[in-house]
């Protein structure tokens, strides 16, 4: 996986954009959800990515420098290659970037992209785990891959509570 060419504050910078795109979606998910339920859940969402991102700030702010800035930060080379990586959906598929941006989502197709940004946020912190090499970065993934699975759990099982509410 091209992962393995990252370091640390390149994951995270690419791990604060997964983050971002989740708060946004969240949030406007929230706006648009008609049921209650499912609109409380959205807003809790946006919340923990909103810690999220804080915490990453916070790791990234504390890896070590060289030549006065964050690894990767030196090379303008580096950053252009990690913005085409966001920009071009290799770690967020572009339909999904699509499909969130649209403002008429019903409450089950929400949560649906709502699952898959899980998904995807599971699979980056897994490998970014396995590749950190700042052990407070790496235990920071390790829990942020537990979180995303009980918000991957929590919208799977509101999903099923949702349809079966709806098919009576």
Same mark, same amino acid.
């Given at each position: 996986?091209?992962?393995?060419?990252?370091?640390?504050?390149?994951?995270?910078?690419?791990?604060?954009?997964?983050? =971002?795109?989740?708060?946004?979606?969240?949030?406007?998910?929230?706006?648009?959800?008609?049921?209650?339920? *499912?609109? /409380?859940?959205?807003?809790?969402?946006?919340?923990?990515?909103?810690?999220?991102?804080?915490?990453?700030?916070? &790791? /990234?702010?504390?890896?070590? =420098?060289?030549?006065?800035?964050?690894?990767?930060?030196?090379?303008?080379? &580096?950053? /252009?290659?990690?913005?085409?990586?966001?920009?071009?959906? &290799?770690? *967020?598929?572009?339909?999904?970037?699509?499909?969130?941006?649209? /403002?008429?989502?019903?409450?089950?197709?929400?949560?649906? &992209?709502?699952?898959? *940004?899980?998904?995807?946020?599971?699979?980056?912190?897994?490998?970014?785990?396995?590749?950190?090499?700042? *052990?407070?970065?790496? =235990?920071?993934?390790?829990?942020?891959?537990?979180?995303?699975?009980?918000?991957?759990?929590?919208?799977?099982?509101?999903?099923?509570?949702?349809?079966?509410?709806?098919?009576?």
């Amino acid at each position: 996986m091209i992962l393995k060419l990252m370091n640390d504050d390149e994951a995270l910078r690419i791990a604060t954009s997964l983050e =971002k795109e989740g708060f946004n979606f969240y949030i406007r998910a929230a706006e648009t959800a008609s049921n209650p339920k *499912t609109r /409380r859940m959205f807003h809790d969402l946006a919340a923990a990515e909103k810690q999220h991102l804080a915490l990453f700030e916070e &790791v /990234r702010s504390k890896l070590p =420098k060289r030549g006065g800035e964050p690894w990767g930060d030196e090379d303008e080379m &580096v950053n /252009r290659y990690i913005q085409t990586l966001i920009d071009t959906g &290799v770690f *967020t598929r572009p339909a999904k970037k699509e499909k969130a941006s649209k /403002r008429n989502l019903t409450d089950e197709e929400a949560l649906k &992209v709502g699952i898959q *940004t899980e998904k995807d946020s599971i699979l980056f912190y897994t490998e970014a785990a396995k590749l950190c090499s700042n *052990t407070k970065g790496k =235990k920071m993934f390790k829990s942020l891959i537990e979180e995303e699975k009980r918000h991957l759990t929590d919208l799977a099982q509101h999903l099923s509570r949702l349809r079966k509410s709806t098919s009576k």
